[in-house]
């Protein structure tokens, strides 16, 4: 069964530093989100992303972030200068537009 | 207002027993839908069951069936026959009305399942 991958599982990183978070969507899917969970809390929305462009953003998406889907194939999340509050699960969803967003199992991001 | 209310933080059923997570939701649109996923303590999310707003019958998918209640906005995940392997967090979330390019879901707090042996 086709699925959505992320890597790195878990990424450390210093504050201030650049993070790139990498997502593969299921193939034929058109449309990608992220979202963010902070441990213990609920799973927020984060950015929306089709046709090679934000569809919409949350108010947590601001100029820190960033989306892309460099290749076709990957859809990524920088985070330009990380802080403490960045730490989080990060997840990446795909769907072809049916009903069902198909979630990847998450990139586990801790910020010293 | 908070569009998806997850009023059980945390929940404990005996095995083999039916549970009722509640969720109610509130939405201007007339055309939206709502999910329940499961998330282990792994950490990924697993989706369990979907309910369209203009879908007249109750949604089933194995064990689980959602209980939709569109007048009081209500869509309560049911899970019969409770195996220790649902102990998990729950979560309601709902897609309201689809823009083009963006079906994003709001999600609820979640319930925190414990099935005790």
């Known amino acids: 069964e086709p699925e959505v991958t992320q890597t790195p599982s878990h990424q450390v990183t210093q504050m201030g530093q650049e993070v790139i978070l990498r997502c593969v969507p299921i193939s034929n899917h058109l449309y990608f989100y992220w979202y963010r969970q902070i441990l213990g809390q609920k799973v927020e929305f984060l950015v929306s992303?089709?046709?090679?462009?934000?569809?919409?953003k949350s108010e947590i998406f601001d100029d820190q972030f960033s989306v892309e889907r460099p290749d076709g194939s990957n859809f990524t999340l920088k985070i330009r200068s990380t802080k403490l509050e960045d730490s989080a699960m990060y997840f990446c969803?795909?769907?072809?537009?049916?009903?069902?967003?198909?979630f990847g199992p998450g990139t586990r991001l801790t910020v010293t | 207002a908070q569009k998806i209310t997850q009023t059980q933080p945390g929940m404990f059923v005996q095995e083999k027993e039916a549970v009722t997570l509640d969720c109610t939701y509130d939405t201007s649109d007339q055309s939206y839908g709502l999910f329940w996923y499961k998330q282990p303590s792994s950490g990924e999310m697993i989706f369990l069951i979907y309910q369209g707003s203009y879908d007249e019958q109750n949604a089933t998918e194995g064990r689980y069936s959602l209980n939709f209640q569109k007048a009081r906005k209500s869509a309560n995940l049911v899970i019969s026959a409770s195996q220790l392997g649902d102990s998990a967090m729950y979560f309601c979330?709902?897609?309201?009305?689809?823009?083009?390019?963006?079906?994003?879901?709001?999600f609820g707090t979640g319930t925190r399942l414990t099935i005790i042996p």
């Open positions: 992303f089709y046709n090679n462009e934000i569809s919409e």
């Open positions: 979330a709902m897609r309201e009305s689809v823009l083009f390019g963006n079906e994003k879901l709001t």
């Open positions: 969803a795909s769907t072809e537009g049916t009903y069902e967003q198909y």
